[in-house]
Each structure stands twice: as structure tokens, then as C-alpha cells.
């Protein structure tokens, strides 16, 4: 919980009564929660400092165990039911040992899943599938992934390559052997970029997607690709503005792409059963090192999700 406006240092964990679930709610007993970059914004002040919004809960995704239901608890997938494992999104306060969700925002933990993957799922995963329908990514489309090697990149690449696109990926040199494990032609990113996007790509580049948020991206981005209604950023909104793409998620002006997101969580579970989604972990902490979480967050450098753990 956030009790400030600043850096992670106002974050602290405190006990709080956990309700009922009402009508249409189920209650969770969280096993692991994702950390997402949007996580660190509420607080820092980037989106406005209301004191009455203090404190302030964060989290928006979890996996766990349903240990009460209210009436009519019916999610995406069925009815929820006691005992049942499941991922939860969107889940306010999901930093938390136990959440209370709409059953509406729950949908069944597919099997194979670490409570850590599951948990740092759906944020990720919903935003790739909004980013590439965006771009109106198809089958034979040639896309450049711009922070391949990140929680979103990571999805965004693993399904753009199972949908039968070409992706060109920019990351650090000791992440390409990854990519290219993911089927991806990884590049550096770094001065020359459009060069060697276009030495890998010589057909050319038919769409982008900035999930750094950097001059860089979204210049290349630009230059590279002819439709600039083929290319989005999560993370560039000034410079988006500017260069006429479109901007995507929680940031001013953004289309959050509410449907799209929703209706992502049962195609993501569906694509990791089938074995077409890894979900890669960079770290784990425990819930009452959420500092150090952000911390490393917001340091940019991770492969692939960071969670939380009760």
C-alpha cells in the first residue's frame, strides 16, 4: 500500500479486515501477484497526487485459491466455486495475502501454470493481444517489437510468431538468444537501429510496437514503417503524439482497450495449455519487498515478470 506520492520507499504492507464477497464476488487467497510498471505510476505522482486517494492499494492482477462466494458468482468460464485455482484480472489490490474480485474478473488457473506465471499473466499477456490487434498484426505481416525481452515483449512476440507473422525484435545482445529460441530475428537496439532492423527485414516492415517508450522506438518506428496507423506505443505518449500513432493502455489520451483486454484473459489461458505461451519469470519477492520490486521495475533491465509472493 502506498500511504505517500513518490518513490517506492512510501510502500508498506498493514493489516486490513478482508469482507465477505457479496453478490457476483469471490474471495481469494493470493498465491503470487504480478508487478507491472503501471503499478509504480499510480504513486509516483505521474497521474496526478490526490490526497484523498491515499492510501492507496495497488496490484491489478493475481493467481490464487477461491476460499468464498457470494451469489451468483459466475466468471468468463463458469461459475466460480470454492477451492477452485484461478488468475484474477482486473483485481484492484491484488498485493494482498487475500483479494476480494468481481467473479466477472476470474477465470480457471490452466494446470500447467507456476502460481508465479499465473500471476504474472494477465496484464502482460492482455496487453500484447491489444497491441498487435492494434496494429492489425496478421498472418504474413512482417511487425518490429521494440522491448522484446520484457513482460509484454515477451508475449507479444511468442504471439505475433504463432499467428504467422515475422517479428523483428530489439533487446540487449545477451537476451537474442532467447528471442530466437521464441522464433524471433532479435536485434540491438542502440544507434543504427533502422539499419539493422532493415538488414534483418529486407521485404520491409509492415507494423510496430514501442513497448519502451523511447525517441528511439518511435522514431525508427516512423521511419520505418509507411502506415503510421500500424503503430503503437504503451509507454511513448508524448512522442506519440507527436510522430500521429496510436497510444495504447492507462496513459493520457490512451485507448485502454477495455473489450479487447477482457476478452484476451481466456484466448492467453487457451494459448498456454496448448503449449503456444511460456511465461518467463525474472524474479520473485516476497509481498513485504514490494519496494524492492519496483525498484527493480522501474530499472527497465528485467527478462521477463516480476511478482509477488504472500
Known sequence: ????????????????????????????AVRAAGVNPFDHKMYSGAFGADPAKL????????????TAVGADATGPAGPVRVGDEVIAYRAPGAYAAEVVVAASAVVPKP?????????????????AVH?????????????????????????AVQLAVAGGATVVATASPAKHELLRELGAVPVAYGPGLADRVRAAAPEGIRAAADLVGTDEAVDVSVELVTDRS?????????????AGIKLLGGGPGADPGTEIREAARLRLTEAVTAG????LIAS???????????????????????????
Do not use: C
Open 111 to 127: 494446470a500447467g501454470l507456476s502460481w508465479e506465471q499465473a500471476g504474472g499473466l494477465m496484464v502482460a499477456g492482455a496487453t
Open 230 to 242: 500500424r503503430i503503437a506505443t504503451i509507454a511513448g505518449f508524448q512522442r506519440g503524439v507527436q
Open 276 to 279: 503456444r505461451l511460456r511465461i
Open 55 to 66: 492510501p492507496m492499494r495497488l496490484g491489478a492482477e493475481a493467481a490464487g485459491v477461491v
Open 284 to 310: 520473485r519477492h516476497p509481498l513485504r519487498e514490494a519496494a524492492a520490486a519496483h525498484r527493480e521495475s522501474e530499472a527497465g533491465h528485467t527478462t521477463g515478470k516480476i511478482v509477488l509472493v504472500p
Open 1 to 28: 500500500m502506498a500511504s505517500a506520492y513518490g518513490g517506492p520507499e512510501v510502500l508498506s504492507v498493514i493489516d486490513v479486515d478482508v469482507p465477505e464477497p457479496g453478490p457476483g464476488q469471490v474471495r481469494i
Open 131 to 155: 497491441v498487435l490487434a492494434a496494429i492489425g498484426l496478421g498472418k504474413g505481416d512482417t511487425v518490429l517489437i521494440h522491448g522484446a525481452a520484457g513482460g509484454v515483449g515477451l508475449v
